[in-house]
Each structure stands twice: as structure tokens, then as C-alpha cells.
């Protein structure tokens, strides 16, 4: 889907270097691979890293440097590079591909470094000044991983309408959910909130990737 920005690739591994395409039209920011055959690793691809890292989705661990993952080749308009990890491209195996591109006002998938203002590294619950990123709408869905090993928090905006965004899942754990006053999501982009939040997705000088969505796409919008 060209408009919306993603693209999901059903494809058989070969073990060898290679590419599939995806027909986006642009080049992708970020990408999910997972096995589908049997028991294997989510595989992250996200600009923020760049084409010689990947992620695990499942894991906490910071970004793995290897070609066996993309090549070491960037994306282009047309398609994704990989290399020989099974969990990417094993021979014969089963694998689906999610894969998105930046589109004005519905997606971003960005990188930003970590701040706190005014040296607020205590504050009370939600009221902490970290960092604030830009996304050009108000997010209905967040992803957010530390290139580090830490907690990768999702939120979204229907079990949390409200700020400050609270209910956190952790998509590498089977933990249920959890809360505290990490974030808040805002008309144009989204703000780290408080001191535990602060360590997760706002810790100084720590770079972090994100997948966004938004609640209200500007771009396609019928309102009036």
C-alpha cells in the first residue's frame, strides 16, 4: 500500500545474499522480519541503525553488528537487501516482511538523543522534562528502543486516551501491563515524562529508534 506506507513480503529463503522487493516506490526506514516455519527471532531493521546493525524485537539487547543480517546494504526504492542469518534467510525457510516508509502525517520511523532539561532528574510522576520529538501528528501508536540494552516500551492511545500515557507492554516479555507516566502524546509529535520514563526513552545522550503512527492521519484527513 503505497499510500499507507507498508509493504508485507511473503518470501522463501535462499541462504544466500540477496534481495526481495517491496514495491513501495520510496525507500523504506524500518522493517520486521519474522520466520514463520518454525521457532526463530523478530528481526528489526530501522534506519537509525543503518544497513550493517539489526535488533531483535523479542529481546531487550542493544543493535548485533553482522552482514549475515542485510548485506550491509541500505534499502532503495525497490528493495531490501539480505544476508545469510536464518532468522532472516535461511534455505528454504518461511519468512514474512513488514516494511514501512515515512508518510507526511500517518508514520514515522525516526532516531532521536535522549535529553533532560533543566537537570530534572528526579521529578514526580509525569511531570519530568525529557526529550521531545517531532512526528507532525499526535501518535495513536509508539514503539521506542534504546540502541542499548534496555526495555522496549509500546503505548498507544485507546488503552491510554489521556496524558500522561501510563499503560506501557513490553513486547519482549510476557509481562502484563504495566504503568507509570512515561510520555506524553501530543498534537504533533511526542514528550518523555518522568524519571523511570526519563531512563527508558529519554536517558542523556542515549540515541533512541521509534516507530509512530498516528491517531488522526493530517494528510488523508476529510475533516472540515
Not at 21 to 46: C, E, F, M
Not at 76 to 84: E, I, P
Not at 173 to 179: Q, W
Request: hydrophobic share 30%; net charge neutral.
Amino acid at each position: 500500500n503505497t499510500t499507507a506506507g507498508i509493504s508485507i513480503v511473503g518470501y522463501t529463503g535462499t541462504n544466500g545474499t540477496g534481495t526481495i522487493g517491496h514495491s513501495l516506490g520510496v525507500t523504506p526506514q524500518a522493517y520486521l522480519v519474522k520466520r514463520r516455519d518454525n521457532a526463530s527471532d523478530w528481526r528489526i531493521y530501522h534506519q537509525g541503525m543503518g544497513p550493517t546493525k539489526a535488533m531483535k524485537l523479542n529481546e531487550n539487547g542493544g543493535p548485533a553488528t553482522n552482514s549475515v543480517y542485510w548485506n550491509d546494504t541500505a534499502p532503495t526504492s525497490t528493495t531490501v537487501s539480505l544476508g545469510t542469518d536464518t532468522d532472516l534467510n535461511g534455505s528454504t525457510d518461511k519468512y514474512v516482511a513488514f516494511i514501512f516508509s515515512n508518510v507526511e502525517g500517518f508514520s514515522k520511523f525516526g532516531l532521536y538523543t535522549g535529553v533532560i532539561k533543566d537537570n530534572d532528574t528526579s521529578p514526580s510522576h509525569g511531570n519530568g522534562d525529557g526529550t521531545y520529538v517531532y512526528t507532525g501528528f499526535r501518535p495513536a501508536f509508539l514503539i521506542v528502543k534504546k540502541l542499548a540494552n534496555e526495555f522496549m516500551p509500546m503505548f498507544d492511545s485507546k488503552r491510554d486516551p489521556d496524558n500522561v500515557c501510563e499503560a506501557r507492554l513490553f513486547p519482549a516479555y510476557n509481562y502484563a501491563e504495566s504503568v507509570e507516566g512515561v510520555v506524553d502524546f501530543l498534537s504533533n509529535g511526542f514528550k518523555a515524562r518522568n524519571g523511570g520514563g526519563q531512563s527508558i526513552i529519554s536517558s542523556p545522550g542515549t540515541e533512541y529508534i521509534y516507530f509512530a503512527f498516528a491517531e488522526s492521519p493530517f494528510k488523508n484527513s476529510r475533516a472540515r
